[in-house]
């Protein structure tokens, strides 16, 4: 099993800045396929970002250009870099990682952008 703990949500104004992390136990990290995914309130669950296990990454065409995925390998760690925030990313953001079977969620953490 992989655990998954998400931190760096809060409240942010419009325009600015917020990095989410996204700590995973276990020593499979490096091979697991890890993303990012938000969901506000009245909607579904949406992908935001992905980064595969080789460093791939693909985005929502929503936040192209001002959100960031990467991870670091050396510490089991994902992040979420978002830039040039807009009211619209207000949601509760939650890490997922996929390796065959396997298919786990965080807590999630919530932000708010204020406009």
Not at 1 to 24: D, F, I, K, N, P
């Amino acid at each position: 099993q992989v655990q998954l703990v998400e931190s760096g949500g809060g409240l942010v104004q419009a325009g600015g800045s917020l990095r989410l992390s996204c700590a995973a136990s276990g020593s499979i990290f490096r091979f697991i396929e890890m993303g990012w995914y938000r969901q506000a309130p009245g909607n579904q669950r949406e992908l935001v970002a992905v980064i595969t296990k080789d460093g791939s990454t693909n985005y929502a065409d929503s936040v192209t250009g001002r959100f960031s995925i990467s991870r670091d390998n050396a510490k089991n760690t994902v992040y979420l870099q978002m830039n040039s925030m807009k009211s619209e990313d207000t949601a509760v953001y939650y890490c997922n990682a996929k390796f065959y079977a396997i298919n786990n969620w965080g807590q999630g953490t919530k932000v708010t952008v204020s406009s």
